[in-house]
């Protein structure tokens, strides 16, 4: 089974670092939205979508992919992100991007999250929040993560 994973990082590379951690363990590609042909992502069992985090959503780059990708029947998705705080139970972040992704026919297999260095306004002002994030507990644990997809969905590198 091949995996890709597609992610947006813009600010301090904080999801790329996530992405390849999860990449390595998957035998994925990491690839920014304007580097993969649409179209491809049907060759690929399981397909990553991340960014960081930016007033609650996922970086406009990474909605605008998704929401141009053609509705069909897909395979397997997951969906990660990186942000100064963590997701409130009543609003999660992660929530639009797959209820978006279900709607163009992947079967989002699991979501995962990680502290990342913010210095969106106004942590700016104090010289950012989450220093040092991800570390190398949140790469591991994204390892762990992408490891746990591997063996559920028979995914062999």
């Given amino acids: 089974m091949q995996a890709i994973i597609v992610c947006t990082s813009v600010s301090h590379g904080n999801t790329r670092r996530v992405a390849e951690a999860m990449g390595q363990v998957l035998d994925a590609r990491v690839v920014a939205p304007d580097q993969v042909d649409p179209a491809a992502l049907a060759d690929y069992d399981l397909v990553g979508f991340g960014s960081g985090i930016f007033l609650g959503s996922f970086h406009p780059r990474l909605r605008e992919f998704v929401q141009a990708l053609p509705a069909r029947r ?40 990680c502290r990342g260095f913010d210095t969106w306004l106004p942590f700016k002002l104090v010289g ?3 220093k040092g994030r991800p570390d190398a507990a949140d790469l591991l644990a994204a390892r762990k993560f992408a490891d746990g ?9």
């Fill in 149 to 157: 997809l591997r063996t559920r969905l028979d995914i062999t590198p």
């Fill in 128 to 130: 950012g929040v989450r």
């Fill in 74 to 113: 897909r395979r397997h998705a997951f969906v990660f992100a990186t942000s100064g705080f963590p997701e409130a139970g009543f609003q999660r972040f992660s929530r639009p991007l797959t209820t978006l992704l279900r709607d163009k026919g992947f079967a989002v297999a699991d979501t995962f999250s």
